[in-house]
């Protein structure tokens, strides 16, 4: 089982919609051997996901009702195959680390700018990146799935 990482930074708007978004089009292709997860560099563990990430969320049909964030730990970093931060300076926290990768690295799309205090049109346009970004990286891995 190899895993995917999405980092932000308080695990409660943008790295929740990444991963539940990209467990989503996993299930949807029919990918299993993919774990995907999420943290953030400052979170507070058990936070619930941000009002707004809910209702953008939910317009794609994906419930966030018993998602709760949690701190990215040294266990976490250790067991992940790949990190994929929402931003370059995300990234910068965990520099020397191998795996670490943008939004943008990972995708060749953009990184993910930080819907935080905005109102829900900020939140869904922040979806649309990390959906587009997503469809990107479940096309690389049915590509590449025997090797991943």
Do not use: W
């Not at 990430?53 to 976490?76: D, H, M, P, Q, V």
């Not at 943008?102 to 829900?120: C, H, K, R």
């Amino acid at each position: 089982m190899k895993r995917i990482v999405f980092v932000c930074t308080g695990n409660t708007c943008r790295s929740p919609m990444a991963e539940l978004v990209l467990k989503s089009k996993f299930k949807q292709a029919g990918i299993k051997n993919v774990r995907v997860s999420s943290a953030g560099l400052s979170a507070v563990d058990g936070t619930k996901i941000s009002k707004n990430s809910a209702k953008a969320l939910k317009s794609l049909g994906i419930k966030s009702y018993s998602f709760r964030s949690k701190r990215l730990t040294a266990e976490i970093v250790k067991r992940a195959d790949m990190i994929i931060c929402m931003t370059a300076e995300h990234k910068r926290y965990l520099s020397g680390i191998n795996g670490v990768y943008t939004m943008a690295e990972a995708t060749g799309f953009t990184d993910v700018p930080d819907p935080y205090g905005g109102d829900i049109n900020v939140y869904m346009h922040t979806l649309d990146i990390i959906e587009r970004a997503c469809d990107i990286i479940t096309q690389k891995i049915l590509q590449i799935q025997g090797d991943f």
